[in-house]
């Protein structure tokens, strides 16, 4: 019964972590990784209350666990929202290819920020923080002890606002090249109304909103490393509002 507690969060996680949460990883290969954590972590760990429910223990493990895997994923995810804010800036919206991790046909720009982002949130070892935040979550939340009167709402909330603006500001060199251009062709425009402006505008807005694209990756890093942070200071919060 111990077990199958502890096994409750650590599945609610693993289903939409990062990496392992994909839909292309085989439902096997989560259990089997959820099964590894438990087993790692059943030594260590507080044993679960036998006087909860086991309807409140299902929805608030899951819970606890749904919102410590979203941590990271938005992570990977903001980068994907960036990307296809920057396809529309740069005029690459109608490019579209297959995610190998969604299996969904995304805008170019997207697949490519969210698989660089994967790559330098495996480098700087956010994997690792992450495993590490769910062992944390059973010493400052024990199993069963979540309270959802609590304010963990707004922490909640706070995650997806993270995730909203670190979109935007891993898209923005692109945002502003594309206002810039577009203002420039608007005044060409006007000045010489017999050019075709969309037919001589869509190479240039390809051009420099490529060129914005390498000009924004410096940012990468440093952004996806504060966000790492950031969500983890969130995750926190969130653990410390359900404890009450």
């Known amino acids: 019964m111990a077990g199958a507690a502890l096994s409750i969060r650590a599945l609610a996680f693993v289903s939409i972590a990062p990496l392992v949460g994909g839909t292309a990883v085989p439902a096997r290969v989560r259990v ?41 994923r938005m992570v990977i995810d903001a980068a994907l929202y960036a990307g296809g804010v920057a396809s529309y800036s740069s005029g690459l919206a109608i490019a579209n290819q297959l995610d190998p991790i969604t299996q969904l046909n995304l805008p170019m720009l997207g697949v490519l920020y969210r698989l660089l982002g994967i790559l330098t949130f495996l480098a700087i070892g956010g994997h690792r923080q992450f495993v590490a935040v769910l062992a944390r979550s059973y010493t400052l939340l024990p199993v ?23 979109g935007v500001r891993l898209a923005a060199p692109v945002i ?16 010489v109304p017999q ?29 996806i490393v504060e966000s790492i942070d950031g969500s983890m200071t969130d995750a926190g919060a969130l653990l410390r509002a359900l404890g009450g």
């Open 176 to 191: 502003v090249s594309g206002l810039l251009v577009d203002t420039a062709l608007m005044l060409v425009a006007r000045a």
């Open 32 to 72: 089997a990784f959820a099964v590894m954590l438990v087993l790692l972590l059943a030594p260590v760990v507080p044993a679960p209350d036998p006087s909860v429910g086991l309807v409140r223990l299902v929805l608030t493990e899951s819970l606890v666990g749904f919102m410590l895997g979203f941590a990271g």
């Open 144 to 166: 069963g002890t979540a309270n959802l009167e609590g304010p963990w709402v707004a922490s909640a909330v706070s995650l997806t606002g993270r995730m909203i603006v670190l």
């Open 195 to 223: 050019m075709h402006i969309l037919v001589v505008g869509a190479p240039i807005r390809l051009g420099f909103g490529l060129l914005a694209v390498g000009l924004s990756l410096q940012i990468l890093l440093p952004l």
